[in-house]
T-cell receptor
């Protein structure tokens, strides 16, 4: 993997609790992304960042927020987790918006 | 929104047989196109990419893909399947300021 670390790798949480997933990169790439992967849907973009404190929504952003206070860290927060947010979450990085992205190992989140 | 379509959510081939995974894109202007592979419990790994240079693109692990503008296709092939090729494969596109958009994936099974 291209210097991308996601934490935690697995998490089980209860409905209604807040959850924060962390992505850390050592590649100094400008763009960072959060995707969720669900059977039959492929990967869907939740939010992305194009620089420190610069973020924007993806196609499935409802119920999620993000923050990027440093180039290397991109946090995804579920303010109040719901069962529909049970998924595998992937962080990705890229040097430019329309180039290949490099992916982390994923975080498997279960909301019970 | 522009998209990619992967035909066949599951493909099975015998070991040693030709692998053909199909991907079609929608846009009048050819986008950048990518194939990724995902092994169980791992992130996505870039196999190859098309960025308007050669139409036949060679990737890792013996895979290649041919860009055909007349068919708006970017199918992935490998002459002889190995057991280690069993994985899920994703086609993706990007163009201009458009971020990577993924197909829904094709799960490849290799029959011994």
């Amino acid at each position: 993997d291209a210097g991308i670390t996601q934490s935690p790798r697995h998490k089980v949480t209860e409905t209604g609790t807040p959850v924060t997933l962390r992505c850390h990169q050592t590649e100094n790439h400008r763009y960072m992304y959060w995707y969720r992967q669900d059977p039959g849907h492929g990967l869907r973009l939740i939010h992305y960042s194009y620089g420190v404190k610069d973020t924007d929504k993806g196609e499935v952003s409802d119920g999620y927020s993000v923050s990027r206070s440093k180039t290397e860290d991109f946090l995804l927060t579920l303010e109040s987790a719901t069962s529909s947010q049970t998924s595998v979450y992937f962080c990705a990085i890229s040097q430019a918006v329309n180039t290949e992205a490099f992916f982390g190992q994923g975080t498997r989140l279960t909301v019970v | 929104a522009q998209s990619v379509t992967q035909l066949g959510s599951h493909v099975s081939v015998s070991e040693g047989a030709l692998v053909l995974l199909r991907c079609n894109y929608s846009s009048s202007v050819p986008p950048y196109l990518f194939w990724y592979v995902q092994y169980p419990n791992q992130g996505l790994q870039l196999l190859l990419k098309y960025t308007s240079a050669a139409t036949l693109v060679k990737g890792i692990n013996g895979f290649e893909a041919e860009f055909k503008k007349s068919e708006t296709s970017f199918h992935l092939t490998k002459p002889s399947a190995h057991m280690s090729d069993a994985a899920e494969y994703f086609c993706a596109r990007a163009q201009g300021n458009e971020k990577l958009t993924f197909g829904t994936g094709t799960r490849l099974t290799i029959i011994p």
